[in-house]
């Protein structure tokens, strides 16, 4: 009798422990962040502040349709993007720059096109700029607005974070980064201010009636604190950035380690989809316009 009351309670705790583990153990689905039933999900995405407000949008418009899936967002630059979606630390990764050779082992989504507006303060009367002239005023060549043009004043050179993809798109588009031997070097005046996201150049550039910088046109045109000019007689404007005309241009991509399954790959498609495009619309140019 007491050998069978041994083997209840061993049986039982086999069935407990059975049971836990099953419970602690993901599922395949949880593994792949499929958002299926109601299970919460999570999906992590850093890397480009330009990048980061548009997926911010996309991800609130996706979770009115996947509620059990929660998308944190967070910026870094777009080589922390490029990185992190490398490493295998992030689902997914934002850049705003063409990827180079050594990373193109990444799977790449473009979800938009976006201009890199130059921007200046309001009270600045200089409306026009050639790529060359940026590039000198960005390289230390060219000072003072009044050798441009401008009222006299020292220019207040405001760039982004080395690693940051619209820093990368903007000095080689305008030919700030220069070719020396087999290497790319970047020449950015030494004296320009270095500010780390789109809303602090900005800022700067709002603040400093001499400042001149960059940023995402998306950012920049909802922006009334700043000034765009135009780039070769170029307006910055959606359709000038699409017909190619506007020349200071970039993709903004979604980045991933492997193939996307699961939720990863369910925001993805949404954002690509028609509806998801729409979003983009609203700010950037579509990707599949």
Known sequence: ???????????????????????ARPTEDNQNGTAQGGEKQN???????????LVEELAKAFKSKKPNVTIDVQGGGSGVGIKSANDGVVDIGMSSRELKAEEKGLKEFKIAIDGISVIVNPANGVTNLTLEQIKKIYIGEITDWSQIGGAAGKITVVTREE????RGAFIELTGVEMKEGDKKIDKTTATAITQGSTGAVMTTVASDPNGIGYASFGAAAENTAIKMISVENVQTSAENIYAGTYKISRPFLMLTKEEPVGAVKEFIDFILSAEGQEVVSKHYLKANK
């Open 43 to 53: 999906i992590t995405i850093n890397g480009s502040t330009s990048v980061q407000p």
């Open 1 to 23: 009798m007491k050998s069978k009351r041994v083997l209840a309670v061993v049986m039982v705790l086999v069935l407990a422990v059975a049971a836990f583990t099953a419970c």
């Open 163 to 166: 690693g940051s993809g619209t």
